[in-house]
Structure formats: structure tokens, C-alpha cells
């Protein structure tokens, strides 16, 4: 029996269309990577008996990266980026060990077919599945077709039949024009990026911004923000004036006038039309006017409107409100939500999603009414030929989904029933009134037909007093007549929607790609939102956009990034080569980058006025060991340590605190250590300024810490200090923290292991001795007399942490509450470290450890 291999994009997504394909009759096991699970069940392809596995990948398999060398800042020249610096791809996530995974389930299959989602994206993620895959799948005969592809816009049972029926081939054109942007994001992106995070962080401390990126499409999105704040700084209020009159229609009623002159910016000429009105009793009706008019029901709901809507009236960020979209459709609620197209083809079932909405609590009697009086066609929008537009596919309560994804389901489900309602029908009135030789107006408006506003009842035309009935000739007595003195007011900051609404318009990223754009350039700290959801950009943001002004325009305008993006889709479309586009667009910046470098004075002005230089920033903290003067530490991210003697920058660890270590010095270099912490609950450890920057030894790394150096002797080393291997992570040693007492702690230098030990011992040592059993380092402890866990008045006692049965008693391990990027093993990650070299290297606990110690020192985790 031949296998069929199907891959999703998602593993939820897996499980429902395999549901829908096997009718329930299936069978699943979690993959070897413990996060996608395989459907297995025996069904009908090709007009043969086969075994189906429907798998599923996390998005991308794959990512693009640099060559070795090349992903080092300190080792190439940003300009070789550009051309010279090989890429390749990787695995985007290798924890998931995607790679392997899809190999063993593919291997010996006979067909594949591609469930990735209908996108430029999904198309590219279905060629990395199958470069992974097809060499490990049995050979075809000559000339039998063995990839399909699936196209679907919706997880309901009818389009995922329909799909499994009409299987097509993957768009490679599609593919290459993703792979073509990655490429560009990644060149263009990197290489000016490096260059201004190293020159401006290099003279200014207070920037408080780890990277100072520059993205092709996240700079003139930035640009669209502080243009804004130019013209909201700039503008100039003027003082006008506005001719105000009532009249009384009855007794206990009276009407407000429109002035026809709206507005004089003259107080004299204004004052005299005032002196020209205020004296008449009577306003005399010129005309009167009723129409009936028409609000015209929304176009069908695509991505742009459902983000822009999601933010001004929902309160959700973009990509906070895409990721929950993307949720709802895995989940069968709504259809594919990344779409451009705003009209629903000929031949599309309206009425089946709307009948599932007959019974629903909030909107059944509106689609009963539907029903059974017929629906209105919507309105002819636009159709990109994607997907077919943002549609509810069944009925869900808030129970179910939670508040904020109903807050969106609800949203997109009344816009759904507004598009196939009738528009909402009022009658306008209007009359036009002469008081002396000044003209004004009053309108009304009355509703006659509610139509979509029912179900949209934000949209409806809000309640008027009709007006009196009245006909040319007649007259009113007049109320007062006054002058209102007002003033223009500034424009207010942009909104994600107007935002949103600016990218689309100038072809600024793509429906998938603008909550991302928008998304960093917060996280970078170049806008703050405020209330409102409005973006008002930092004083970084600010130089950054005034900077690339100064120097190149085009580098923060959107006119060459939309350009881009037409290229990218005529490669989508088979209509231009790939490598020909690549290489103009990469030639384009590379010209620009060159420029920009040799006139980044010009950005570097603007930063000196608002930015404060690294020598005048921080405090004094620690002394350097050159010229011996204060250092000074500077908090702002990325926080680091300053010798203005010697212009010297030592990079720190991050999201912890810094604090001088006891005036110690480094035996290597005469620096004084620094302790670096996560927190009472965390770990700590000191570190050498200089070694942590340069270090000492082969076996050590950038960034590393005194508890993983190799120094022989050194009294805060590993190889002093190191007890034996983490219970946890392979490569990690499990070292003392000797600033921890009197709550002494034991953590490992690589994972967030933290051992808890010893509480109120008065002094704790690593003694020379190894324990017999499992070649750990053995503790030395003084223990408090009046709390002494000892017999007798015994108060000191050397063991093993891991063999000792006194010691196992008060050993506690647990995760630290933070932990730094260094450290980024955990449970389960391997990574390397240098061993001790010296009197003794740290032992491998589980290398004679028996069984029941290994037992008992597992219970211990919480």
C-alpha cells in the first residue's frame, strides 16, 4: 500500500483537515520533535487504496542567514553584505528539529501534498518541505506526478473536500519573489543597521535602544509617524470667527443656524457682518429642500479594513489583532484572514455562512429576516485574486472563544451580514434661511430604513429633531445672533488605522507584513502608543527620520520600497527574473549605504543636539585596569561600562543589575569585577569587564561570565568554584555563588538551574575533595549553632550536594526567575562549555551515580 504525506502549516490546522478527510477515523501520535502530532487513516488516492499521515510544519521551516564569518559585527565591513557575504538557509527554529522530523515521516512515502496556507508565504514554506523531504521519499516512475498542492481559503468540510479534489502544483514564481524579499530585508537591513548601532552607540549613552535598526519597509513606516509630529511642532494656530444664530421654531423650541461663510479670519470684517444681523427680528426662509438619500452598505471585509477597524474601534494592536484572526481560522471560525480582495466572486455561497448564523443569540432575527426575504448581492469591490474576503464560517459565542477573539469574531461576523443587507435609507431636509443680507442653513436627517445599521448600529445616522415644516417666504423670529472667536487646531498623532491605511495607500510591506512593521518600530522605541492606540514617536525616532532626511530622502520616503514591492510582484506573476531584480535593487542600496556612510555627520549633528555623549553619561562604578580611573556605567540598554580616559566601551550582560563586586580585581588584567544579577529569586555571578569583551581563553566566548572561566587559580573561576554537571543541561557546570549567603545558592552556568542550600550557614567553601561515588566537588559548611541540621553541637560538615544524605535534605532546585540571553540553554538544550583546568576538572555527577541518588535528586525539582 502506497503513503500519502500531506503537511499543514499549523498543527491545529493538521488536525481539523485531517478530521474532515478521514471523517473522524483516524489515528495520532505525537512526531519526534514533541510538538506536531501525525494523522494517520486508510483512504482513496489516484484511484488506489493508500495510508494518509497529514503532518504539519510552525511556519517556516527555514531561514536566511549569513556564512559564519559574516554574522559577526566586529569582523566585516557592513558594505560586504551587500554582494560579497554568502547567505544560507537555516532551520528557523532548531529546538524543533523540523528538519529531522519531516525526514522520518517522509521517508518512504510515495506522494506529498501541500496544505500550506494560499499565500506568497505559504507557497515558499511549501518548497522548503520539499527540499527537505523529497530526497527521502521513494522514487516516482517516469512521468508520475508526486507533488500536489492543496488550495483551500477555509476550514469547513465543503472547502476542504473541494481542495482534496482539485489538487493543483505549488507556485514557484510566488516562492522566488518571497525568497527575493528575504534576501533584500536581510542584506539591506543588516548592513545598515550594524553600521549606525555601532557608530551612534559607540558615542552616545543615553540613547537607551539595544539595536538602532534600519528596515526597507520599517523605516518609511516610521517616516510616516514623524512626519505627523513635524507638522503637529510646526503648525501655527490662527484665531477665526463664526456668525452663530438661533431662531425659535415654537414656543418651547428653538433651531441652531449654520453660519454660509463658515468662517472669517478677519475679527473687523466679522464684527461687521455681526452688526449687520444682530439688529433684524425675523429670519426669512429662502428655500427648502427634502432628498432622500442612501448610506451605502461596507465593501466585504479584507485584512487592511479588518486591522485598521480592529485598532480605532476594537483596542487591539495589529498584530496582536492578526494573530488572533489567524487563530480563529485555524479553529474553523472565520476564513483565511490575510487577504487583499474586498469582492465576493459570482458563484460564492453566501447564504450557507449565513445560515450559520440563524440561531445565534445576538443577530438571529436580522438573518432570519435575510432569509426568508432574500439577500441583497454586496457591492461590487476589489478583487486582488487571492482569497475571497474576511467571512465567518460558523456560529461561536463568547464562551467559546473568549473575550477578545469574540470581540474580532463579532466584528467581522456583522460585517459579514451588513454586506449582504440593503443600505440604510433617510430623508434629508434642509432650509435655507436669510437674516438681513447673511445667509443660513439648517439640515435634519430622519431615517426611513434602517437596513445594514441594524446589525452595525455604530454606523447608524444618529437621532435629529425633524425640522418644522415651513415653505420659501415664510419667516421666523430670531433667537440671537452672536460671534464665536475659535481657533485652528494642530492635527493629533497618527493612529495605527491611519497608519495602516498610509502603508497601504504608498505599497509600504504587505497585508501580512504591516502589523509586523508597525510592531517594531515600537519594540525598537522609535514611537510610544498612547491612548488612542496613537503612535507619537520618540526623541530617537525623531533624529533617526530628521537624519536620513538630511542625507538621503529616498531611504525614509516610500517611493523606492513601493517600487521594490512592484518587482516582487511582477516575479510572483512570472513577469520579471529573479536574480535581475535581486541584483538592481541590492546595486541601488549598496550606492545609497556608501553614501550614507561618508555622510553620517550630517545624522550625527542632530544626535549630538539631543543625545548626550557616552563620557558625560552614567556613574562612576568600577576602576579600569589601564589606567586605573573610574569607569562609568551607563544603564541604558544596551547597558555597558565607559572609560573616557582610554575611550573604551565594555559591553555587560543584559536584563539584570550591575554592582561593583567587593573592589576584587581580575588576576589577568587588573580590572575590578562587576556582579551581575537577575534577582534574589535569579542567579548571579562576577565578571571581569575586559575578559567578558576579550577573552582569555580558546574555550571561552564573548559575553561569558568568572563562572565559566578556565583560569587555573583564579579564587572566582569555574575551576575553583564549579561543583560538578547540571541535573538538567549536558554542558552546564553547576557553580557556588558566593555572594548568595546567608541564602546560599548553586547555579548552573548555562540553564536557569538554581539550587537553594544552606540557609543560614556562616560560610560555605569548595573544597579540593571529590565525592567517591560521582566525582563531584564536595562542599565545605559552617552551619548557624542555634539552627545547625548536624547531631550533637556539631556545627561544619563537607559533603556532596548530590550524595550526602544530611546535605540532600537541604537542597532545593528550581528555575531562576529570569535569565539573561547568555544563558540560553534549559531543560534539555545542549550547548558547550569549557571545562575546569587546574587542580581538578568539574566531574560528571551522573557518571558512577546510582540509580536511586539520580531518583532522589529528581524529586527535588518544583
Same mark, same amino acid.
Given at each position: 500500500?502506497?503513503?500519502?504525506?500531506?503537511?499543514?502549516?499549523?498543527?491545529?490546522?493538521?488536525?481539523?483537515?485531517?478530521?474532515?478527510?478521514?471523517?473522524?477515523?483516524?489515528?495520532?501520535?505525537?512526531?519526534?520533535?514533541?510538538?506536531?502530532?501525525?494523522?494517520?487513516?486508510?483512504?482513496?488516492?489516484?484511484?488506489?487504496?493508500?495510508?494518509?499521515?497529514?503532518?504539519?510544519?510552525?511556519?517556516?521551516?527555514?531561514?536566511?542567514?549569513?556564512?559564519?564569518?559574516?554574522?559577526?559585527?566586529?569582523?566585516?565591513?557592513?558594505?560586504?553584505?551587500?554582494?560579497?557575504?554568502?547567505?544560507?538557509?537555516?532551520?528557523?527554529?532548531?529546538?524543533?528539529?523540523?528538519?529531522?522530523?519531516?525526514?522520518?515521516?517522509?521517508?518512504?512515502?510515495?506522494?506529498?501534498?501541500?496544505?500550506?496556507?494560499?499565500?506568497?508565504?505559504?507557497?515558499?514554506?511549501?518548497?522548503?518541505?520539499?527540499?527537505?523531504?523529497?530526497?527521502?521519499?521513494?522514487?516516482?516512475?517516469?512521468?508520475?506526478?508526486?507533488?500536489?498542492?492543496?488550495?483551500?481559503?477555509?476550514?469547513?468540510?465543503?472547502?476542504?473536500?473541494?481542495?482534496?479534489?482539485?489538487?493543483?502544483?505549488?507556485?514557484?514564481?510566488?516562492?522566488?519573489?518571497?525568497?527575493?524579499?528575504?534576501?533584500?530585508?536581510?542584506?539591506?537591513?543588516?548592513?545598515?543597521?550594524?553600521?549606525?548601532?555601532?557608530?551612534?552607540?559607540?558615542?552616545?549613552?543615553?540613547?537607551?535602544?539595544?539595536?538602532?535598526?534600519?528596515?526597507?519597509?520599517?523605516?518609511?513606516?516610521?517616516?510616516?509617524?514623524?512626519?505627523?509630529?513635524?507638522?503637529?511642532?510646526?503648525?501655527?494656530?490662527?484665531?477665526?470667527?463664526?456668525?452663530?444664530?438661533?431662531?425659535?421654531?415654537?414656543?418651547?423650541?428653538?433651531?441652531?443656524?449654520?453660519?454660509?461663510?463658515?468662517?472669517?479670519?478677519?475679527?473687523?470684517?466679522?464684527?461687521?457682518?455681526?452688526?449687520?444681523?444682530?439688529?433684524?427680528?425675523?429670519?426669512?426662509?429662502?428655500?427648502?429642500?427634502?432628498?432622500?438619500?442612501?448610506?451605502?452598505?461596507?465593501?466585504?471585509?479584507?485584512?487592511?479594513?479588518?486591522?485598521?477597524?480592529?485598532?480605532?474601534?476594537?483596542?487591539?494592536?495589529?498584530?496582536?489583532?492578526?494573530?488572533?484572526?489567524?487563530?480563529?481560522?485555524?479553529?474553523?471560525?472565520?476564513?483565511?484572514?490575510?487577504?487583499?480582495?474586498?469582492?465576493?466572486?459570482?458563484?460564492?455561497?453566501?447564504?450557507?455562512?449565513?445560515?450559520?448564523?440563524?440561531?445565534?443569540?445576538?443577530?438571529?432575527?436580522?438573518?432570519?429576516?435575510?432569509?426568508?426575504?432574500?439577500?441583497?448581492?454586496?457591492?461590487?469591490?476589489?478583487?486582488?485574486?487571492?482569497?475571497?474576503?474576511?467571512?465567518?464560517?460558523?456560529?461561536?459565542?463568547?464562551?467559546?472563544?473568549?473575550?477578545?477573539?469574540?470581540?474580532?469574531?463579532?466584528?467581522?461576523?456583522?460585517?459579514?451580514?451588513?454586506?449582504?443587507?440593503?443600505?440604510?435609507?433617510?430623508?434629508?431636509?434642509?432650509?435655507?434661511?436669510?437674516?438681513?443680507?447673511?445667509?443660513?442653513?439648517?439640515?435634519?436627517?430622519?431615517?426611513?430604513?434602517?437596513?445594514?445599521?441594524?446589525?452595525?448600529?455604530?454606523?447608524?445616522?444618529?437621532?435629529?429633531?425633524?425640522?418644522?415644516?415651513?415653505?420659501?417666504?415664510?419667516?421666523?423670529?430670531?433667537?440671537?445672533?452672536?460671534?464665536?472667536?475659535?481657533?485652528?487646531?494642530?492635527?493629533?498623532?497618527?493612529?495605527?488605522?491611519?497608519?495602516?491605511?498610509?502603508?497601504?495607500?504608498?505599497?509600504?510591506?504587505?497585508?501580512?507584513?504591516?502589523?509586523?512593521?508597525?510592531?517594531?518600530?515600537?519594540?525598537?522605541?522609535?514611537?510610544?502608543?498612547?491612548?488612542?492606540?496613537?503612535?507619537?514617536?520618540?526623541?530617537?525616532?525623531?533624529?533617526?527620520?530628521?537624519?536620513?532626511?538630511?542625507?538621503?530622502?529616498?531611504?525614509?520616503?516610500?517611493?523606492?520600497?513601493?517600487?521594490?514591492?512592484?518587482?516582487?510582484?511582477?516575479?510572483?506573476?512570472?513577469?520579471?527574473?529573479?536574480?535581475?531584480?535581486?541584483?538592481?535593487?541590492?546595486?541601488?542600496?549598496?550606492?545609497?549605504?556608501?553614501?550614507?556612510?561618508?555622510?553620517?555627520?550630517?545624522?550625527?549633528?542632530?544626535?549630538?543636539?539631543?543625545?548626550?555623549?557616552?563620557?558625560?553619561?552614567?556613574?562612576?562604578?568600577?576602576?579600569?585596569?589601564?589606567?586605573?580611573?573610574?569607569?562609568?556605567?551607563?544603564?541604558?540598554?544596551?547597558?555597558?561600562?565607559?572609560?573616557?580616559?582610554?575611550?573604551?566601551?565594555?559591553?555587560?550582560?543584559?536584563?539584570?543589575?550591575?554592582?561593583?563586586?567587593?573592589?576584587?580585581?581580575?588576576?589577568?588584567?587588573?580590572?575590578?569585577?562587576?556582579?551581575?544579577?537577575?534577582?534574589?529569586?535569579? +542567579?548571579?555571578?562576577?565578571? $571581569?569587564?575586559?575578559?567578558?569583551?576579550?577573552? @582569555?581563553? *580558546?574555550?571561552?566566548?564573548? /559575553?561569558? !561570565?568568572?563562572?565559566?572561566?578556565?583560569?587555573?587559580?583564579?579564587?572566582?573561576?569555574?575551576?575553583?568554584?564549579?561543583?560538578?554537571?547540571?541535573?538538567?543541561?549536558?554542558?552546564?557546570?553547576?557553580?557556588?555563588?558566593?555572594?548568595?549567603?546567608?541564602?546560599?545558592?548553586?547555579?548552573?552556568?548555562?540553564?536557569?538551574?538554581?539550587?537553594?542550600?544552606?540557609?543560614?550557614?556562616?560560610?560555605?567553601?569548595?573544597?579540593?575533595?571529590?565525592?567517591?561515588?560521582?566525582?563531584?566537588?564536595?562542599?565545605?559548611?559552617?552551619?548557624?549553632?542555634?539552627?545547625?541540621?548536624?547531631?550533637?553541637?556539631?556545627?561544619?560538615?563537607?559533603?556532596?550536594?548530590?550524595?550526602?544524605?544530611?546535605?540532600?535534605?537541604?537542597?532545593?532546585? +528550581?528555575?531562576?526567575?529570569? $535569565?539573561?540571553?547568555?544563558?540560553?540553554?534549559? @531543560?534539555? *538544550?545542549?550547548?558547550?562549555? /569549557?571545562? !575546569?583546568?587546574?587542580?581538578?576538572?568539574?566531574?560528571?555527577?551522573?557518571?558512577?551515580?546510582?540509580?536511586?541518588?539520580?531518583?532522589?535528586?529528581?524529586?527535588?525539582?518544583?
Amino acid at each position: 500500500m502506497k503513503t500519502v504525506l500531506m503537511v499543514a502549516e499549523k498543527p491545529s490546522l493538521a488536525q481539523s483537515i485531517a478530521k474532515i478527510l478521514s471523517q473522524g477515523n483516524m489515528s495520532s501520535h505525537k512526531g519526534l520533535n514533541g510538538t506536531c502530532s501525525v494523522h494517520e487513516y486508510t483512504g482513496t488516492f489516484a484511484g488506489q487504496t493508500v495510508r494518509f499521515k497529514m503532518t504539519s510544519v510552525c511556519g517556516h521551516v527555514m531561514t536566511l542567514d549569513f556564512l559564519g564569518k559574516y554574522n559577526k559585527w566586529d569582523k566585516v565591513d557592513p558594505a560586504e553584505l551587500f554582494s560579497q557575504a554568502p547567505t544560507e538557509k537555516k532551520e528557523a527554529n532548531p529546538k524543533l528539529n523540523m528538519v529531522k522530523f519531516l525526514q522520518v515521516e517522509g521517508k518512504g512515502c510515495d506522494y506529498i501534498v501541500l496544505w500550506l496556507d494560499c499565500d506568497k508565504e505559504g507557497e515558499n514554506i511549501c518548497f522548503e518541505v520539499l527540499d527537505t523531504v523529497l530526497p527521502v521519499m521513494n522514487q516516482a516512475r517516469s512521468n508520475e506526478k508526486t507533488v500536489f498542492r492543496a488550495r483551500f481559503s477555509s476550514i469547513t468540510d465543503t472547502d476542504i473536500c473541494n481542495a482534496m479534489a482539485r489538487l493543483g502544483e505549488p507556485d514557484h514564481n510566488e516562492a522566488l519573489s518571497v525568497d527575493a524579499r528575504q534576501e533584500l530585508d536581510l542584506r539591506i537591513g543588516c548592513a545598515f543597521t550594524r553600521f549606525q548601532t555601532k557608530y551612534f552607540q559607540g558615542k552616545y549613552g543615553n540613547l537607551d535602544s539595544s539595536l538602532i535598526s534600519f528596515g526597507p519597509c520599517q523605516t518609511p513606516t516610521l517616516g510616516f509617524c514623524v512626519e505627523r509630529h513635524d507638522k503637529i511642532q510646526s503648525f501655527k494656530p490662527e484665531t477665526y470667527w463664526v456668525l452663530q444664530a438661533k431662531v425659535n421654531a415654537d414656543k418651547d423650541r428653538s433651531l441652531l443656524l449654520d453660519w454660509d461663510r463658515v468662517r472669517v479670519f478677519d475679527r473687523e470684517i466679522a464684527q461687521m457682518f455681526l452688526n449687520m444681523t444682530k439688529s433684524e427680528k425675523e429670519a426669512q426662509v429662502e428655500a427648502t429642500s427634502k432628498k432622500e438619500k442612501a448610506k451605502q452598505r461596507p465593501l466585504a471585509l479584507n485584512t487592511v479594513e479588518m486591522l485598521r477597524v480592529a485598532s480605532s474601534s476594537l483596542g487591539m494592536g495589529p498584530q496582536h489583532a492578526m494573530q488572533t484572526a489567524e487563530r480563529l481560522y485555524t479553529q474553523g471560525y472565520i476564513s483565511y484572514p490575510r487577504t487583499e480582495t474586498t469582492h465576493y466572486p459570482e458563484n460564492f455561497d453566501l447564504k450557507g455562512p449565513l445560515r450559520q448564523q440563524a440561531n445565534h443569540p445576538y443577530w438571529a432575527d436580522t438573518v432570519k429576516q435575510l432569509l426568508t426575504e432574500g439577500i441583497n448581492r454586496p457591492r461590487k469591490g476589489h478583487d486582488a485574486g487571492d482569497h475571497p474576503p474576511i467571512t465567518p464560517m460558523r456560529s461561536a459565542t463568547e464562551a467559546e472563544l473568549g473575550s477578545e477573539a469574540w470581540r474580532l469574531y463579532e466584528y467581522i461576523t456583522r460585517h459579514f451580514i451588513a454586506t449582504i443587507s440593503y443600505d440604510c435609507k433617510y430623508l434629508q431636509s434642509s432650509i435655507s434661511f436669510r437674516i438681513g443680507p447673511e445667509h443660513f442653513t439648517c439640515t435634519g436627517k430622519t431615517v426611513i430604513s434602517p437596513g445594514f445599521t441594524e446589525i452595525m448600529p455604530w454606523q447608524s445616522i444618529p437621532l435629529e429633531e425633524s425640522l418644522p415644516t415651513c415653505q420659501r417666504g415664510d419667516a421666523f423670529s430670531v433667537g440671537e445672533v452672536k460671534l464665536l472667536e475659535k481657533q485652528t487646531t494642530p492635527p493629533d498623532y497618527l493612529t495605527e488605522a491611519e497608519l495602516i491605511t498610509l502603508m497601504e495607500k504608498h505599497g509600504i510591506g504587505t497585508d501580512a507584513s504591516i502589523p509586523v512593521h508597525i510592531n517594531n518600530i515600537c519594540q525598537r522605541n522609535y514611537v510610544t502608543v498612547e491612548s488612542g492606540r496613537r503612535l507619537k514617536p520618540t526623541n530617537l525616532g525623531i533624529v533617526l527620520v530628521h537624519g536620513y532626511y538630511k542625507i538621503d530622502a529616498e531611504l525614509v520616503l516610500p517611493t523606492i520600497r513601493s517600487a521594490v514591492e512592484k518587482q516582487l510582484n511582477l516575479i510572483a506573476q512570472g513577469k520579471a527574473d529573479y536574480r535581475q531584480v535581486l541584483g538592481h535593487t541590492l546595486d541601488i542600496f549598496k550606492r545609497k549605504f556608501h553614501y550614507f556612510v561618508d555622510s553620517i555627520a550630517g545624522m550625527d549633528e542632530l544626535m549630538e543636539v539631543s543625545f548626550s555623549p557616552l563620557a558625560a553619561t552614567g556613574k562612576p562604578l568600577s576602576r579600569c585596569g589601564k589606567c586605573h580611573r573610574f569607569m562609568k556605567y551607563i544603564q541604558a540598554k544596551p547597558s555597558r561600562l565607559h572609560c573616557s580616559h582610554c575611550d573604551e566601551t565594555y559591553t555587560l550582560p543584559q536584563n539584570g543589575t550591575i554592582k561593583l563586586y567587593k573592589e576584587l580585581r581580575c588576576p589577568l588584567d587588573d580590572f575590578e569585577l562587576v556582579l551581575w544579577s537577575s534577582g534574589s529569586r535569579g +542567579k548571579s555571578y562576577p565578571l $571581569c569587564p575586559y575578559c567578558a569583551n576579550h577573552p @582569555p581563553f *580558546r574555550d571561552m566566548k564573548k /559575553g561569558m !561570565g568568572c563562572n565559566e572561566c578556565t583560569h587555573p587559580t583564579c579564587q572566582h573561576s569555574l575551576s575553583m568554584l564549579g561543583i560538578g554537571q547540571c541535573v538538567e543541561c549536558e554542558n552546564g557546570v553547576l557553580v557556588l555563588d558566593p555572594t548568595s549567603g546567608p541564602k546560599w545558592k548553586v547555579a548552573c552556568n548555562k540553564c536557569n538551574v538554581v539550587a537553594h542550600c544552606f540557609d543560614n550557614a556562616h560560610r560555605v567553601r569548595v573544597s579540593p575533595e571529590t565525592c567517591s561515588i560521582c566525582e563531584a566537588a564536595l562542599l565545605d559548611v559552617d552551619f548557624n549553632k542555634a539552627k545547625s541540621p548536624l547531631p550533637g553541637d556539631e556545627t561544619q560538615h563537607t559533603g556532596c550536594v548530590f550524595c550526602d544524605p544530611i546535605f540532600q535534605e537541604l537542597v532545593e532546585l +528550581k528555575h531562576a526567575a529570569s $535569565c539573561h540571553p547568555m544563558h540560553r540553554g534549559g @531543560p534539555g *538544550r545542549r550547548q558547550g562549555r /569549557g571545562r !575546569g583546568r587546574g587542580r581538578r576538572p568539574p566531574g560528571k555527577p551522573s557518571a558512577r551515580r546510582p540509580k536511586d541518588k539520580m531518583s532522589a535528586l529528581a524529586a527535588y525539582f518544583v
